[in-house]
């Protein structure tokens, strides 16, 4: 229990924990399993090129979300590339694909990847999801596609996306790479808009290492994706267009499946997490829980908070200083909004002051199987005490020695 600021440990006191609680530690599932799978891949000596567990991997995706085709990839950001550059997209260079401005870089990277523009739209201040009457008046003449992006699990607004899109002829695609085992209210994400992109990337709730998905229910388009993700080879075995090798491998598949095997155990931990999150956090001025619309179903893989400098009396940066000091190695989600990053500032709409504001306020804490409910009272403990010195704490990093702040 830290009762003063001389307990914290970025001003001396001893850490909470002595080991790491971190925000997405793998889940690995089980290793037995795991090992047994890798046997039986180096016995068939079948190491990638659509393989026999990359095919179980696919059609196990493809039925928790509901859709017709999965078709699995090396990870989410070739995915995106291979949704914008298809043919159904259209686009020419520098035509535009709206993407929302909190997001992970890779949105607006695969947009730009293929010659298209990313246009930045704001979000929705409460949920931080692209605001859907902020598209309609971001679309012109040159729009091709709308990307909404499932933020922490979180559904977009999809039938007012697919009432735009669809009026205006465009494509809508979900970057849904934080959203497997998640829904649109009984709806799996997965079979939402044109299609959707699933992450399997080590720190996600499903993990192969790396990878990622493409899930549709336009056979046509699963037929171009599977020919594109294998340099354009086509059913003949000829090259009919343009490809790339977005092909996932089967050790990546062998760890995709069990780590499938664990994912409602693992979204039962994390929601009782959150719940026990929830409760141990309330009244904290300044602090709150990114609050999920219970319509739909979340995975809680991301504990979100905010923190409110005014009413918290610190800074989120300093609090995560406070937190990283004790052990709890929390993580702004998204320090940055996307016309702020380096390569789309010149092409800034302006600014965006909801997302600009969550970037500042942000905090993703510790959660997942490695997290447990006793660790997340801890972790609240410490951000009360902080808290409730908010402006002790604040005033003592500011007046630290110089050496200090250099060693830092
Ligand atoms: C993780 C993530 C990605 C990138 O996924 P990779 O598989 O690492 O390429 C893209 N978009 C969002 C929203 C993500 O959270």
């Known amino acids: 229990m830290k009762n003063g600021t001389g307990d914290l440990a970025l001003f001396g006191g001893s850490p909470a924990f002595l080991q790491n609680r971190r925000v997405g530690r793998p889940n690995q599932g089980d290793r037995e399993r795991f090992l047994e799978r890798m046997t039986r891949v180096l016995d068939n000596e079948w190491l990638s090129n659509m393989g026999p567990l990359m095919y179980e991997f696919e059609t196990r995706v493809a039925e928790l979300a509901g859709v017709r085709h999965c078709v ?41 990847w293929r010659g298209l523009r990313p246009v930045v739209c704001d979000v929705d201040p409460a949920t931080g999801l692209i605001d859907p009457d902020l ?10 596609a709308v990307i909404g992006v499932h933020l922490w699990g979180q559904a977009c ?5 697919e009432k735009i899109t669809e009026s205006n002829g ?47 229910d336009d056979d046509a388009l699963a037929e171009r994706m599977r020919a594109v993700r294998n340099f354009g080879f086509g059913q003949d075995g000829l090259v009919e267009e343009v490809g790339t090798n977005g092909k996932l491998n089967e050790a990546a598949a062998a760890m995709g499946l069990t780590s499938l095997d664990a994912l409602e155990d693992t979204i039962a931990h994390n929601r009782a997490n959150y719940e026990t999150y929830r409760a141990a956090l309330s009244g904290i001025p300044g602090v709150r829980p990114v609050e999920y619309d219970e319509r739909h179903r979340n995975s809680h893989h991301y504990m979100m908070i905010t923190v409110d400098r005014a009413a918290a009396g610190l800074h989120r940066d300093l609090l995560l200083d406070v937190l990283r000091a004790e052990n709890i190695l929390a993580q702004p989600y998204f320090p940055q909004a996307m016309h702020q990053l380096a390569p789309y500032a010149a092409d800034s709409p302006g600014p965006l002051p909801h997302a600009e504001s969550l970037c500042e306020q942000l905090l993703a804490l510790p959660t997942g199987p490695g997290v447990s409910a006793a660790d997340v009272g801890i972790i609240s403990d410490v951000v009360r005490a902080t808290v409730a010195h908010g402006q002790e704490v604040t005033g003592l990093w500011h007046a630290r020695p110089a050496e200090t702040a250099a060693t830092r």
Not at 78 to 90: E, H, I, K, R, S
């Open 72 to 112: 699995s990839l090396c990870n989410a950001t070739v995915a995106l590339q291979m949704l914008v550059g298809d043919t159904a997209t259209g686009g020419e260079p520098g035509d535009e694909v709206i993407i929302p401005a909190l997001t992970f870089p890779a949105t607006a990277h695969a947009v730009r």
């Open 135 to 144: 598209v309609e008046a971001l679309i012109t003449p040159r729009t091709r």
């Open 157 to 161: 607004d999809v039938r007012r996306l």
């Open 170 to 216: 465009l494509r809508l695609y979900f970057d849904a790479a934080p959203a497997l085992g998640c829904t649109y209210g009984s709806t799996p994400i997965g079979g939402l808009g044109h299609a959707e992109v699933f992450s399997f990337h080590a720190t996600k709730v499903v993990n192969s290492f790396e990878g990622g998905a493409i899930v549709t």
